[in-house]
């Protein structure tokens, strides 16, 4: 295996946590709902449009603060989720593009 072919399997693995971010319906919702929302929603109020218990929404919230999709603002005694999507976008873009070129040279 050559060099190149190396550097794409280990860029899939750096990413999997954005892919893996991204797999679940429940998490494609808190996206979209933030999204909607830009100046952040907390657990609450997440839950009352999601229909999930605060838990869950806290789990999906989690996994997607470690791919870097959301991040939180603490006001007074409460975080408010905000989408943050920007890095993991450039991120996938890259990979695309690592993956279109080595197409291309095909």
């Not at 839950?47 to 999930?52: D, F, G, K, N, S």
């Not at 605060?54 to 870097?68: D, E, F, T």
Request: include cysteine; glycine fraction near 2%.
């Amino acid at each position: 295996m050559n060099q190149e072919y190396e550097q794409m399997v280990q860029q899939f693995k750096n990413y999997v946590p954005l892919l893996d971010a991204l797999k679940d319906e429940k998490r494609h919702a808190i996206i979209l709902l933030l999204a909607q929302h830009k100046s952040g929603l907390n657990v609450n109020t997440i839950a009352e449009h999601i229909q999930l218990s605060r838990p869950a929404i806290s789990h999906h919230l989690k996994v997607l603060r470690q791919a870097g999709f959301v991040d939180y603002d603490k006001r007074n005694v409460e975080n408010y989720y905000v989408l943050t999507i920007r890095k993991p976008l450039e991120q996938l873009k890259l990979l695309i593009a690592t993956i279109e070129a080595q197409c291309s040279q095909s």
